[in-house]
């Protein structure tokens, strides 16, 4: 049982520049979202999926895009990177909503310079 | 979503209880108290959630107030490898998003 794994772990983007952060979960949960960590801050929610083929806004979702096609991955998409957007992504994977814990993964390190 | 308050900081000593707090007065009847903690550089960690009754896990405990208003995690022997930060979340039972603030951060002395 791997959890969440995401790739790749650190990235260095120039402004302008695309990537896809990918993120796969192999525990069958329904639930998946992916999160930003600023320095010295909490996670801000950019994008979540309740299932195979939906999505919706967090709280940050600018310059971001989602896709569900399956229920193990939810890649998080990246257009014309800006430095703001340097940050670390975190992915997680929920199976309920009444309680439960979230199992995340171990974050990707982005800096675009 | 209800809100928390949760000290900057705290220390402790290794092998000593730990009682870190939490104050929700905007909890809701079907809210229920989360608590994460991230070890540096590290993904968040899910330490135990409860909603009106004590609860109890390998991890740790959490006590919460008879009027819910407030709650407690408590590590009964805190090592080194507990120093992380500390978050105490509010999740409505329809609601599957967490939101996190800054949390506690736990340093444990040698």
């Known amino acids: 049982n791997a959890g969440v794994t995401q790739t790749p772990k650190f990235r260095i983007l120039k402004i302008g520049q695309s990537m896809t952060l990918q993120c796969a979960q192999d525990m069958n949960h329904n639930y998946m979202y992916w999160y930003r960590q600023d320095p010295g801050m909490g996670l801000k929610l950019i994008y979540y999926?309740?299932?195979?083929?939906?999505?919706d806004k967090g709280e940050v979702p600018n310059g971001y895009n989602v896709s569900r096609s399956t229920t193990e991955d939810f890649p998080l998409r990246l257009e014309l990177a800006a430095p703001s957007q340097t940050s670390v992504y975190f992915c997680?994977?929920?199976?309920?909503?009444?309680?439960?814990?979230?199992?995340f993964g171990s974050g990707t390190r982005l800096t675009v310079v | 979503d209800a809100k928390t308050t949760q000290p900057n900081s705290m220390e402790s000593n290794e092998e000593e209880p730990v009682h870190l707090p939490c104050n929700h007065s905007t909890i809701s009847g079907t809210d229920y108290i989360h608590w994460y903690r991230q070890l540096p550089s590290q993904g968040p960690e899910y330490v135990i959630h409860?909603?009106?009754s004590n609860v109890n896990n390998r991890m740790a405990s959490l006590a919460i107030a008879e009027d819910r208003k407030s709650s407690t995690l408590i590590l009964h022997r805190a090592t080194l490898r507990d120093a992380a930060v500390y978050y105490c979340?509010?999740?409505?039972?329809?609601?599957?998003?967490?939101?996190f603030g800054k949390g506690t951060l736990l340093t444990v002395n040698p």
């Open positions: 999926s309740v299932g195979a083929g939906i999505t």
């Open positions: 979340i509010l999740r409505s039972g329809s609601n599957y998003k967490l939101t």
């Open positions: 997680a994977s929920s199976y309920s909503i009444q309680g439960g814990g979230y199992t």
């Open positions: 409860g909603l009106t």
